[in-house]
């Protein structure tokens, strides 16, 4: 709760920011990594360039989908607000503490890890299988590895980037993306240019085994590697003119996102025949040594610690926006309300933010939690998408400066979606999803506790949640 003098964050986003942050938190290790899972599950190449085309316009639907809410409440915090104001404060305290606990403080550890490892290729120091200490923890050890090390440098450094300033943090942002998108056009480009290594055929016959199903994991891997094309609307509230750069943004950045992934599985086709590279655990890396020697699979590796350091960048500067409306609202610590006076940032959100992630980083649960929030993260992405309709049918009259293009068969397209990626990790990995389901349960009794917190300092919380 905070007084009418206390400072402000600062509209400092204009359209190339936004386009840069979706690019950047999009483009991670899982375009030279992940991009594999397709290939495994859909050998078939017209039909799996379809789907990397299906999953672009899959992701398209959910930006103009959240960009509608996201100019509704032009806000710090994106889907803590949609979901707050679509159904009550207890949901987007959910999306909040989940994001905390696990989603995004996670993924920030895992980034991190991640990119230590790539480094660790040229400075073995922070290899992981370099363990530089051993602590002992009762019955058992922790392991103290070079990545982790590697880790909390990353983590502790672009922290203390955004802490001093929105400029400060954009402008890294801006130069790690461009770096990553000049990369991305080399491997398209000189891969397009140069002599295939293989003849892939378009009109090769179907999977032998269940189409639907093949079609279905596949889709996984791609959706997988488009993730993350939301995070910009946690910024809204330092956006100047958000009714205009947060759609504007979010589109470009995702339209050229597609259109990079499409050109770049062009050139693994051209590299790899499609069993090949569904076999490989480094595909982009594969697929340069194939066509342009070995010598250019280190260019490839160097790629990869600028694309995953950069995701990285990207997820410090707009997570730690999701906790400071939770705290002004008197729903999450008191001090992670406060905006820094100078520095016109959300500082103790950063700190909080780089303290856990570190944690989680050290602990070495952050890729098995990662597994746990699958389903928690789709499973709000469809209650977000169904706010369209119920802010739409209660709130007729509120100023919507961008509408949802498409209305109504877009947003159901991505609710369905999304909706539908639950239901396959409920089959997939059902102790997961219910593991995904008791972290967001333990939310529960600390949202009470804070409500009642809240209501004695004068918060003001409403009574009672909307159905």
Request: glycine share 8%.
């Amino acid at each position: 709760m905070q007084s009418p003098q206390a400072p402000t964050l600062v509209r400092g986003l204009g359209t190339w920011d936004v386009s840069l942050i979706t690019f950047g938190i999009i483009v991670g290790s899982a375009i030279y990594i992940a991009a594999s899972i397709p290939p495994r599950e859909m050998p078939q190449p017209a039909l799996l360039i379809g789907l990397w085309c299906v999953g672009g316009l899959l992701t398209l639907a959910g930006v103009v989908t959240y960009a509608e809410l996201g100019t509704m409440f032009p806000k710090a915090g994106g889907q803590y607000h949609y979901l707050k104001e679509a159904y009550g404060p207890l949901y987007g305290f959910l999306f909040g503490w989940t994001s905390f606990l696990v989603m995004q403080c996670g993924s920030i550890a895992y980034l991190a890890v991640a990119s230590a490892e790539c480094l660790g290729a040229f400075l073995p120091f922070f290899r992981s299988s370099h363990v530089i200490a051993s602590v002992p923890l009762g019955l058992t050890s922790l392991q103290v590895s070079g990545s982790q090390i590697g880790a909390a440098i990353a983590i502790i450094l672009l922290s203390a980037v955004n802490y001093v300033g929105l400029r400060e943090g954009s402008l890294v942002q801006n130069a790690i993306t461009i770096v990553k998108i000049a990369s991305l056009l080399a491997l398209a480009g000189f891969g397009l240019a140069v002599a295939p290594a293989v003849q892939t055929p378009w009109h090769a016959p179907l999977p032998e085994h269940d189409l639907v199903r093949a079609i279905s994991l596949a889709m996984i891997g791609v959706l997988w590697c488009y993730d993350g094309w939301y995070s910009a609307t946690f910024c809204a509230g330092e956006m100047r003119d958000p009714s205009r750069n947060l759609p504007r943004g979010m589109l470009l950045g995702t339209l050229f996102v597609a259109v990079l992934y499409i050109l770049v599985n062009l050139v693994y086709m051209r590299a790899m025949p499609l069993h090949d590279l569904g076999q490989s655990g480094g595909i982009g890396a594969a697929a340069a040594t194939t066509l342009f020697g070995s010598k250019f699979a280190v260019l490839v590796t160097l790629a990869v610690f600028v694309s995953v350091f950069g995701c990285l960048s990207a997820n410090v500067l707009t997570a730690a926006r999701i906790y400071l409306p939770m705290a002004q609202d008197g729903l999450f610590f008191r001090a992670l309300a406060k905006i820094h006076p100078v520095h016109r940032t959300p500082s103790n959100c950063i700190v909080a933010q780089a303290a856990w992630s570190i944690v989680l980083a050290f602990s070495g649960t952050y890729e098995q939690l990662g597994t746990y929030v699958i389903f928690a993260t789709f499973t709000f992405h469809v209650a977000t998408g169904a706010a369209v309709f119920v802010l739409r049918r209660r709130r007729p009259d509120q100023p919507r400066p961008y509408r949802v293009w498409g209305y109504p068969w877009t947003p159901i397209a991505f609710i369905l979606m999304a909706f539908a990626f639950v239901c396959n990790t409920l089959s997939v990995r059902p102790i997961e999803s219910l593991w995904g389901l008791l972290l967001m349960a333990l939310g529960l009794p600390a949202y009470l506790w804070w409500r009642r917190s809240a209501h004695s300092l004068g918060y003001a919380v409403p009574p009672t949640d909307k159905s």
